[in-house]
């Protein structure tokens, strides 16, 4: 399985619940790749400074979240340089008109009017290079990213019937879909999804925010003026949100939740909620901290991980290579 995240600002509880958290499970059930996007990141203008930062406290909180070295490959996928180079070979398979379609691409590049790289346009390819240079079985995806996913296993297969012969060069991955407790939604308006690239950092609660910085960010999320605190998606989208988040930080499903807070006062569940993010994310934040005092360490964890990934990627770049006649 491979899965990744981008460096594009401090990880939030929406990744933490929708990835990493699910990461650690899968851990004992799959071998896997976990990886930083970097490259993905500068689809869109990023300041160096910031980049290098972000890319390093990512991985950094990768492993205070319970990633573990010895169970799982993790690495920065710029220093594995067969995503470019498969990227560039399957760039020469994909129709543009593939590229066009991505529903992705079009939002974001209205977003950038102008200034939109022949990169952002590209994304999906690097994507599929990311995922079949490892010859993945499965992809966790959020429904967003179901139609990249559909592109990869199209590029796979375009690769195939051009260059395969009779042979499957690249597998077809398959999506592993997350339950519909995976999509945190921003505290500032229950209807777009918590998100690293919000300019409003109160729309989001990050993993490393201090207690002081969480509880104030619930005290000023958005609610609703309703009695009782229950599950009602499209009545109550930012009262089911809090509830869903309060679910996920005790390990409770979401009617048991409701069967706890279903009574209580805006104020009381402000209170509650607050002691579980608080009290969940302590010990992430002091692992995190730790690891970022040993830099050699991380760098090493990395250096470790990015060679075995190498290792593999360079089977599957062989085998394409071959049957293109390089
Ligand atoms: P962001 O959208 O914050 O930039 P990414 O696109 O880098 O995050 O996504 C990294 C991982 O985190 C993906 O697996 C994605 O599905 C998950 N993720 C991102 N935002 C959320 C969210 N609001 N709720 C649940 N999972 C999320
Ligand atoms: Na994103």
Redesign the pocket.
């Known amino acids: 399985m491979v899965?990744?995240?981008?460096p594009?600002?401090y990880?939030?509880i929406?990744?933490y619940?929708?990835?990493?958290r699910q990461w650690v499970l899968h851990q004992e059930q799959y071998e896997n790749l976990f990886f930083v996007?970097d490259l993905h990141a500068i689809t869109v203008p990023q300041d160096p400074k910031g980049l290098a930062e972000a890319t390093l406290s990512a991985a950094a909180l990768f492993l205070a979240c319970g990633i573990d070295p010895s169970k799982s490959t993790i690495f920065i996928q710029s220093h594995v340089k067969a995503h470019v180079e498969l990227c560039w070979l399957l760039n020469c398979v994909t129709p543009v008109n593939w590229l066009e379609k991505m529903i992705q691409f079009k939002e974001k590049a209205r977003k950038q009017g102008e200034n939109v790289s022949v990169g952002l346009f590209d994304y999906p390819v690097l994507m599929a290079s990311d995922v079949l240079l490892y010859q993945a079985d499965l992809v966790?995806?959020?429904e967003?990213?179901q139609q990249h996913l559909e592109l990869v296993r199209s590029i796979s297969k375009r690769f195939n019937s051009l260059y395969g012969k009779k042979k499957r060069i690249l597998k077809e991955p398959k999506p592993l879909i997350?339950g519909n407790t995976?999509?945190?939604?921003?505290l500032d308006d229950g209807t777009s999804?918590?998100?690293?690239?919000s300019t409003n950092d109160m729309s989001r609660i990050n993993i490393l925010d201090p207690p002081n910085t969480i509880q104030r960010k619930i005290q000023r999320c958005k609610t609703d003026s309703l009695m009782g605190i229950v599950s009602d998606p499209v009545g109550r989208p930012e009262c089911t949100n809090l509830l869903n988040i309060y679910a996920a930080f005790t390990n409770q499903s979401l009617t048991q939740a409701e069967a706890e807070c279903r009574e209580m006062s805006w104020g009381q569940f402000k209170r509650v909620l607050t002691d579980a993010l608080t009290t969940s994310l302590e010990p992430i934040q002091r692992k995190y901290h730790e690891l970022r005092k040993d830099e050699d360490f991380l760098r090493q964890i990395l250096k470790n991980g990015s060679d075995y990934a190498s290792s593999i990627a360079q089977v599957t770049m062989q085998q394409v290579k071959d049957c293109m006649g390089f």
Do not use: E, F, W, Y
Not at 17 to 20: E, R, V
Not at 182 to 186: G, K, Q
Not at 193 to 197: N, V, Y
């Open positions: 899965s990744g995240v981008q594009t600002g990880l939030h929406g990744n619940l929708g990835a990493l996007v966790p995806v959020g967003d990213q997350q995976s999509r945190i939604m921003a999804k918590m998100s690293k690239s």
